[in-house]
Structure formats: C-alpha cells, structure tokens
C-alpha cells in the first residue's frame, strides 16, 4: 500500500485533465483531498460528477465551480447549488447531462473496457441528439460510450495494511465503480487498520494507486452534523 500526502495526491493533477470525484451531493466525497484541490491553481478541469454539490451549495466540491476550475461538467443532474448556475449562466461551464443510469453504466463501462452500453432511456427525447442507435428485437437502444478519467479522486472508511479498502453507507453508492475507470485512482479512507474482513471489502487494493488519510469518522460526521444544523436541515442538539 501507498500512503501519500493530501498535497502529493493532488500535486498529481494537471490543467485539463478529467477527474472523477465520487459521492453524492458532497456526501461520501474525499473531503480533504476536495478541500485541497481547492487551493491549487489547476484548471480547465473536466469534472465526472453525480449530483453536483450539497444542497444550497457553500461546501466541497461547489468551491471548484466557484473558482472557475472546472471548465466541463459530466454529471445526471445539476441546479442544487448556486455555484454551478452561476458558472453555467455566465458562460464558463460547458454541462453534459446523462440519466444516473445511464451515467454510472457509462463509468463501469469505462472500467470494464467495454466498447459502450446500450440504453433504451432517451430514445425519442432531445437525449438521442448525435448518437448511435441499434434495433435488437424491435426495440430501439441508444449507444452510450463508456467515460473514463486521468485521476479518480474516491472515499473509503477503512483500508488494510494491504491496501483493500471498506466503503460505508454513501460510499459504496459509486466511489468501488470508479475506481477501475480511471489511469490513476487515489482513495481517501477515514481510518487505516491492519485486517479488514473479506468480506467487507468492496474496493481492492490493485485498482488504488495512493491512499490518503482523510477526516476520521467522527470528524466527517461532525462536519456535516454542523453544517446541516447551520442550515436547518437537522435540529440543534
């Protein structure tokens, strides 16, 4: 196992390339890998992203907009956060939309080396625009090429002294999908303990290039029990 720095995992990171963050509306992001991220001078960025970032945005990855970072946004859905609007109504982010589906199948097609999936979702809608089609016993599919990335930027809970690494709650959702569809994988883990069972394991140690050592559990925890009381999204207590 490599254990690197948050600066060494992000000193990886050149202007233009494509990254994948995992995670949900900033919820089972590297935290400190984003946090850090944030105070380079990279750009140009295309960003591989689910659900763009925390609700009423101020938070992770909404920052990397703010800056002006990412130039391209590949993601299923988008509007939750100010900073992407923004960027996008002045002009400064290019936003390519995919049904989730579609766009996690486009990722595990990218990993698995697969020439693209084929979808009946978006046939006949503006989603068909400028792609291939097929006919397979009467129905009609759309051709969705497989997406990959330089870097994937992925959390975990735990990694063993060999490397494998555990997900827990919105970490399994699809951080261990982007870890085979990227040239260079960083995983940010909460903990590093000796043994992990097996049968906990959901990311393996041969598809992760660095781990970095991230917030403790606790920490993390605190962080978003802080800023959902801020916005009232959970009761003081």
């Given at each position: 196992m490599?254990?690197?720095?948050?600066?060494?995992?992000?000193?990886?990171?050149?202007?233009?390339m494509?990254i994948?963050?995992?995670?949900?509306?900033?919820?089972?992001?590297?935290?400190k890998?984003?946090?850090?991220?944030?105070e380079?001078?990279?750009?140009?960025l295309t960003?591989?992203?689910?659900?763009?970032?925390m609700v009423?945005?101020?938070f992770?990855?909404?920052?990397?907009?703010?800056?002006?970072?990412?130039?391209?946004?590949?993601?299923?859905?988008?509007g939750?956060?100010?900073?992407?609007?923004n960027?996008?109504k002045?002009?400064?982010?290019?936003?390519?939309?995919?049904?989730?589906?579609?766009w996690i199948?486009k990722?595990?097609?990218?990993g698995?080396?697969?020439?693209?999936?084929?979808?009946?979702?978006?046939v006949?809608?503006?989603?068909?625009?400028g792609?291939?089609?097929?006919?397979?016993?009467g129905?009609?599919?759309?051709?969705?090429?497989p997406?990959?990335?330089?870097?994937?930027?992925?959390?975990?809970?735990q990694?063993?002294?060999f490397?494998?690494?555990?997900?827990?709650?919105?970490q399994?959702?699809?951080?261990?999908?982007?870890?085979?569809?990227?040239?260079?994988?960083?995983c940010?883990v909460n903990?590093?303990?000796?043994e992990?069972?097996?049968?906990l394991v959901?990311?393996?140690?041969?598809?992760?290039?660095?781990?970095?050592k991230?917030?403790?559990f606790?920490e993390?925890?605190?962080?978003?029990?802080?800023?959902?009381?801020?916005?009232k999204?959970?009761?003081?207590?």
């Amino acid at each position: 196992m490599k254990v690197v720095s948050v600066e060494e995992a992000v000193a990886q990171l050149k202007d233009g390339m494509t990254i994948m963050i995992g995670g949900f509306l900033d919820v089972g992001i590297p935290l400190k890998i984003v946090e850090k991220l944030c105070e380079t001078d990279v750009k140009d960025l295309t960003l591989i992203n689910t659900c763009g970032s925390m609700v009423g945005g101020g938070f992770g990855t909404a920052y990397l907009f703010a800056q002006g970072k990412i130039k391209k946004y590949i993601t299923s859905h988008v509007g939750v956060a100010p900073e992407h609007l923004n960027a996008y109504k002045e002009g400064k982010l290019e936003v390519e939309f995919y049904p989730m589906g579609s766009w996690i199948e486009k990722i595990r097609a990218g990993g698995s080396g697969l020439g693209g999936v084929l979808t009946p979702v978006g046939v006949e809608t503006l989603v068909e625009e400028g792609k291939q089609k097929v006919t397979i016993d009467g129905k009609e599919y759309l051709i969705e090429l497989p997406l990959r990335a330089d870097i994937a930027f992925i959390k975990g809970y735990q990694a063993d002294r060999f490397g494998n690494v555990r997900c827990r709650y919105l970490q399994r959702n699809n951080n261990p999908i982007m870890a085979f569809a990227a040239d260079y994988v960083v995983c940010e883990v909460n903990e590093f303990v000796d043994e992990l069972d097996p049968d906990l394991v959901h990311i393996v140690a041969p598809l992760i290039d660095a781990h970095v050592k991230g917030y403790t559990f606790e920490e993390e925890q605190q962080i978003y029990r802080d800023l959902w009381k801020e916005r009232k999204r959970l009761k003081a207590g």
